[in-house]
């Protein structure tokens, strides 16, 4: 079956099994392989993208649901502002340990701050609480999207 939809901002046909779950369809139809693949229950996040502005487990939906959408991974990240300062701010702070749960931290980080860009502390773990990290780094993880609203703060006022 021709699935259309926006993938990181470009239209795509991606013909394929509709039953396919998303997170197979962007790994393996487009080669896309920033997106993860931890527990495969909805339970860790590793497989999180962004499907209209929201943060989905990429694990629990099939291909077939995002005919007519958008959807935004890891790779489509860097090309958007809120993301570019997300990644940097995630390096500077020491929040990338092993790194498989960096991609869907991110995710998640993205579509909070692209909703609202002043969170508070409890708004920030709220959205990341469905982000599971095997390295125990969530301190530097909550304080990198902290400094990540600060500096998206600052160019508000630029
Ligand atoms: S692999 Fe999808 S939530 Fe864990
Ligand atoms: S950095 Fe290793 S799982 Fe989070």
Redesign the pocket.
Known sequence: MKIDFTLNNKHITLDTEPTKRL?DAIRDDLSLTGT?????????????VVIDGEAV????VLVGQVQGKNVLTIEGLSELEIGRILQKCFVENGAVQCGFCTP?MLMSAYALLNKNQNPSKEEIKEAMS?N?CRCTGYVPILNSIEKAKDELKTLSKK
Do not use: P
């Not at 693949?37 to 999180?48: L, N």
């Not at 487990?57 to 629990?60: D, E, K, V």
């Open positions: 997170v993860k693949i931890g527990c495969e229950v909805g339970e860790c996040g590793a497989c999180t487990t990429s694990c629990l869907g469905g599971l």
